[in-house]
């Protein structure tokens, strides 16, 4: 850190250097010191500065002051103390009691008064180049002043003129005074560098270009993003905004102290949202500041935000990949899905309960192009008509009683650039159904209570287990909208035509459940492969998977046999119901097909346990921890219950 200190006259130095080298031994700072000569403010103009601070007297304070920007400058000041030991040594010198004072108005600030103390009237002019002083001093001479005090430059010019003169000098206490005043000047200079280019960087990072001007409309700043949008250039600085871009109407912000808010304008052929604001101080307006964007990138801006914010829990986890099964019937379903999936228009699926309907709108969901966009699905069957709608289309506070405050978006929203699954579309009412149609015609959506328009951008997939055809022509579901969401149509296969697919998933199920608890299954025989095959499965792979956690149950990974898979099929009680699914002829010997009659203790126990597998829903783990006793317990009972 370096002092540069500007002599008034040659033989301050010495006092300036012992006090600064008494400063450093009292303070330990690590500064350094450079002394400059310079007489006349007129030969400042090319001086090269080496220090971070400068030190100055008179006018040459004054002009350093109107050159160095980036540079702190501090005051010599010239004291009353000062003034009083020049004026009385002229006087001496002189024999004159009337004695002119030029200086700048700083220095001549109150010296009227020292006349009330000294035996000397003070004649004061205030003057800063060598013209003005010339001036003054001419001025003085014609009301007849003979002799004056001043700094070096005045002195020198006013013997010139013949006068005499004597040199205001500077004491130590105001050279030291500076110097403390000079380090303090760094240091606060230092802090505000070190802000301002916090504040550039925060501008420079920000989305919005931004232009600052002063109450002249010259530029104070321009960020990097408003060059970028506006071609100017950074260095803009200083000129006026009027003559470079017209039409940001700063000047009439500063001229009337409004704002101009969300204006759209052009910059370089795109649409730029523009809002200005004034800058105050109290109620006086020093400058505007303009901050602006282009219009594309704040929709994209608002789009990606509404993204992530609606992706919560709005997340399509299945592919294609995750559908099970070989069978032709499958695979051709399979393929048509992957055919819808490139296009981008509506789509129905139909299938009975349990076949997957959502896995295949998941799957075309993710194979689509809107794949990084949110899924939404929603089961219209378990929602009433109003809170259906406040859920699709969302509301505004106050719409409804105990209506959210601030209202609430709704799916339709959420699921904005992705897809809308609609599970059981079947069971909407005709006024959801009119609503539906109107957003699949328009593609915009009003939420419930409000009056303001929204353009939304969702593709819906639709999904029912009835004849919408059907219903449409018995008047119980609107043609025009089975129209709209039977653009594309997609049928499952229910798990009765799919063959020996299901082996496959049971296999498949049964072993993942075996493997989450460590056990390695043994297979099942061929008649408990025929007893599979053989059944409708009206509940398709939904049904089969529970029947596959039930066997787990039972078997614990040993071969699965028939009878252990019809105890499954039933519920796992054979009842008088389930009896009639067993084979006529009963697999044990004849001899122990005779068995004696459970006693009373056995029945209360059976009861018991059938009692708690009907409040459990035949939940195995559950009825067993509530009985007490271990799952392989529970079946080795159930199989004596038979």
């Known amino acids: 850190m370096k002092i540069t200190f500007f002599l008034p006259y040659m033989e301050m130095k010495d006092v300036v250097c012992h006090t600064f080298l008494e400063q450093q031994e009292q303070s330990g700072e690590e500064w350094q010191l450079e002394t400059i000569l310079r007489l006349g403010t007129q030969i400042l103009d090319d001086v090269a500065i080496g220090g971070d601070v400068v030190v100055a007297r008179g006018a040459t304070y004054r002009k350093l002051k ?8 501090t005051e010599l000041k010239i004291s009353g103390y000062d003034i009083m030991r020049a004026a009385l040594a002229c006087k001496k010198e002189s024999g004159e009691e009337r004695i002119g004072f030029i200086g700048t108005t700083e220095m001549i600030y109150g010296a009227q008064h020292i006349s009330e103390l000294i035996p000397v009237e003070l004649v004061t002019a205030a003057a800063f180049e060598e013209d003005g002083i010339r001036e003054r001093l001419l001025e003085m001479k014609e009301k007849g002043v003979r002799a004056v005090i001043g700094g070096v430059t005045s002195t020198i010019i006013a013997r010139k003129l013949g006068f005499s003169a004597v040199r205001i000098s500077s004491g130590r206490e105001a050279v030291y005074q500076a110097l403390v005043e000079a380090k303090r000047a760094y240091q606060l200079s230092l802090q505000e560098r070190r802000r301002a280019e916090l504040f550039r960087a925060i501008l420079n990072y ?11 409309d010259e530029i104070l700043l321009i960020n990097r993003e408003a060059a970028n949008i506006t071609g100017l250039s950074p260095q803009s600085t200083g000129k006026r905004l ?3 871009l017209p ?10 102290a409004q704002p101009v808010l969300n204006r759209i304008t052009r910059f370089n052929d795109q649409d730029v949202t523009l809002t200005c604001i004034p800058m105050q101080t109290g109620n006086q307006t020093i400058g505007a500041v303009a901050a602006f964007q282009p219009v594309l990138k704040v929709q994209n801006l608002g789009n990606e935000i509404r993204r992530k914010k609606n992706q919560k829990g709005h997340i399509a986890k299945a592919h294609f990949d995750d559908i099970l099964g070989e069978s032709p019937a499958l695979l051709e379903t399979i393929h048509l899905a992957k055919q819808y999936s490139k296009a981008d228009a509506n789509v129905l ?22 794949s990084r966009e949110p899924f939404v699905a929603v089961n219209c069957a378990v929602l009433s008509e109003n809170l259906l709608e406040s859920e699709l289309f969302g509301y505004v506070e106050g719409a409804f009683t105990d209506a959210r405050k601030g209202g609430k978006s709704g799916l339709f929203e959420a699921a904005h650039h992705g897809t809308l699954f609609l599970d059981e579309i079947a069971e909407i009412s005709p006024r959801m159904q009119g609503l539906l149609l109107r957003v699949l015609q ?4 009003m939420r419930v209570g409000d009056d303001r328009i929204i353009p939304v951008d969702v593709r819906v997939i639709a999904a029912t287990n009835r004849d919408l055809a059907a219903m449409s022509r018995e008047g119980k579901f609107r043609l025009d909208l089975y129209y709209r969401l039977n653009t594309l149509h997609l049928v499952l296969p229910p798990l009765r035509e799919r063959g020996r697919d299901v082996l496959f998933l049971f296999r498949r199920f049964l072993s993942g459940i075996y493997s989450r608890d460590g056990i390695i299954w043994k297979g099942m025989t061929k008649d408990a492969e025929d007893c599979l095959l053989q059944q409708r499965w009206d509940g398709n792979i939904r049904e089969l998977y529970n029947v596959a956690e039930r066997v787990a149950v039972f078997t614990e990974g040993a071969e699965l046999d028939e009878n252990d898979l019809r105890i499954a099929l039933s519920g796992g009680v054979q009842t008088g119901t389930t009896q009639q699914a067993l084979p006529e002829e009963s697999p044990m010997p004849a001899e122990q097909k005779t068995v004696a009659a459970p006693a009373a203790g056995e029945m209360d126990e059976y009861q018991r346990i059938r009692q708690v597998l009907e409040e459990t829903h035949y939940h195995y783990g559950h009825a067993a921890e509530r009985l007490g006793i271990s799952r392989t317990t529970l079946w080795r009972k159930m199989k004596q219950m038979k």
């Open 66 to 73: 109107q050159l160095l920007k980036h540079v702190p400058v």
């Open 349 to 370: 699926i139909n299938g009975e309960t349990g076949t997957g309907k959502e896995l295949f709108a998941q799957s075309i969901h993710n194979a689509s192009s809107r």
């Open 242 to 244: 009027a003559s470079l």
């Open 206 to 216: 920000t989305n919005d270009g931004i232009i600052a001007v002063d109450k002249n």
């Open 442 to 445: 328009e593609h915009e959506i």
């Open 247 to 256: 039409h940001i109407p700063l000047r009439q912000v500063v001229e009337t």
